[in-house]
């Protein structure tokens, strides 16, 4: 019988996203600012010259893993293999340590560029585990899946709950928790952040993150990783920590980035939080 161990993800501390904007302002950051780096996959696949050197500089400083944008777990079209694959020697060559991806989909015939929401139906869980199961066998090795932001909910006849619940347990996969997507859901979808938090299978969290959103109005907010962490998201953090024990868990900030002293400042916070976690 596996343990909460197997399922979380060989890091430890508090992380953050790197994206090329940050190549060179980062260049004198160590392992006591940032415990680990993420980065998606597809943004330095093939990736040479001056930019690939950089990035191989930080690989061999930093304990890195991947989060997928167009894997498309939930797409009609076939699971891209030659994208895994890829991805599996992206992998190997930088000693990159993990692999996760979004519960969503973002192509069919070609690519959507957007993160689109898959029905929670059971014949959508059928589906998508067995995908799942598939991108497990290619990369050898078990991933995790991150409850996704989502707008609209189409063909519904389970809860989002109930959906991320059964396809974690379906394909024995872990789970990416973004305790941001969980609030800006909430306010989408009028429920209440905790109860969402508690229903989640906690014991499979991998690694966590943490970013900012844009309040577009009082019902809705906007997941865009371009703002600073707001205090009830750090609240959900907390709280995320008290009841599944402290994860790995990494800030994500996509665009308006700040300067690096006020990004060390929203990563000595979550390092605060793990500090300070009461299990009860």
Same mark, same amino acid.
């Given at each position: 019988?596996?343990?909460?161990?197997?399922?979380?993800?060989?890091?430890?501390?508090?992380?953050?996203?790197?994206?090329?904007?940050?190549?060179?302002?980062?260049?004198?950051?160590?392992?006591? #600012? *940032?415990?680990? @780096?993420?980065? =998606?996959? !597809? /943004?330095?696949?093939?990736?040479?010259?001056?930019?690939?050197?950089?990035?191989?500089?930080?690989?061999?400083?930093?304990?890195?893993?991947?989060?997928?944008?167009?894997?498309?777990?939930?797409?009609?079209?076939?699971?891209?293999?030659?994208?895994?694959?890829?991805?599996?020697?992206?992998?190997?060559?930088?000693?990159?340590?993990?692999?996760?991806?979004?519960?969503?989909?973002?192509?069919?015939?070609?690519?959507?560029?957007?993160?689109?929401?898959?029905?929670?139906?059971?014949?959508?869980?059928?589906?998508?585990?067995?995908?799942?199961?598939?991108?497990? #066998? *290619?990369?050898? @090795?078990?991933? =995790?899946? !991150? /409850?996704?932001?989502?707008?609209?909910?189409?063909?519904?006849?389970?809860?989002?709950?109930?959906?991320?619940?059964?396809?974690?347990?379906?394909?024995?996969?872990?789970?990416?928790?973004?305790?941001?997507?969980?609030?800006?859901?909430?306010?989408?979808?009028?429920?209440?952040?905790?109860?969402?938090?508690?229903?989640?299978?906690?014991?499979?969290?991998?690694?966590?993150?943490?970013?900012?959103?844009?309040?577009?109005?009082?019902?809705?907010?906007?997941?865009?990783?371009?703002?600073?962490?707001?205090?009830?998201?750090?609240?959900?953090?907390?709280?995320?920590?008290?009841?599944?024990?402290?994860?790995?868990?990494?800030?994500?900030?996509?665009?308006?980035?700040?300067?690096?002293?006020?990004?060390?400042?929203?990563?000595?916070?979550?390092?605060?939080?793990?500090?300070?976690?009461?299990?009860?």
């Amino acid at each position: 019988m596996l343990s909460t161990a197997d399922y979380v993800a060989p890091i430890s501390g508090a992380g953050l996203g790197l994206r090329r904007s940050l190549l060179n302002s980062l260049e004198q950051a160590t392992t006591d #600012d *940032i415990q680990f @780096m993420e980065v =998606a996959p !597809e /943004n330095w696949i093939n990736l040479g010259g001056r930019l690939g050197k950089q990035f191989r500089r930080y690989t061999e400083r930093f304990p890195f893993v991947c989060h997928g944008l167009s894997l498309s777990i939930g797409s009609p079209a076939p699971l891209n293999t030659e994208l895994l694959r890829a991805i599996k020697k992206l992998m190997q060559e930088h000693g990159i340590r993990y692999y996760s991806e979004h519960l969503s989909y973002c192509s069919d015939d070609g690519q959507l560029y957007d993160l689109l929401p898959i029905p929670f139906t059971e014949d959508a869980v059928d589906y998508v585990a067995q995908r799942i199961q598939q991108a497990q #066998d *290619i990369l050898g @090795m078990r991933i =995790a899946i !991150e /409850n996704s932001s989502y707008y609209c909910a189409p063909q519904q006849e389970m809860s989002e709950s109930e959906f991320v619940n059964a396809v974690i347990k379906k394909a024995d996969c872990a789970l990416l928790l973004d305790v941001n997507n969980i609030y800006v859901n909430s306010i989408n979808h009028g429920y209440d952040p905790y109860d969402f938090l508690a229903s989640l299978p906690g014991e499979r969290t991998a690694y966590i993150h943490i970013a900012g959103h844009y309040k577009e109005a009082e019902d809705l907010r906007v997941d865009t990783h371009g703002a600073a962490v707001i205090q009830p998201v750090w609240d959900i953090l907390a709280k995320a920590y008290t009841l599944f024990g402290v994860r790995p868990t990494l800030l994500e900030r996509d665009f308006n980035t700040p300067p690096v002293p006020e990004l060390m400042a929203e990563l000595a916070l979550i390092k605060k939080h793990q500090s300070n976690t009461f299990i009860r």
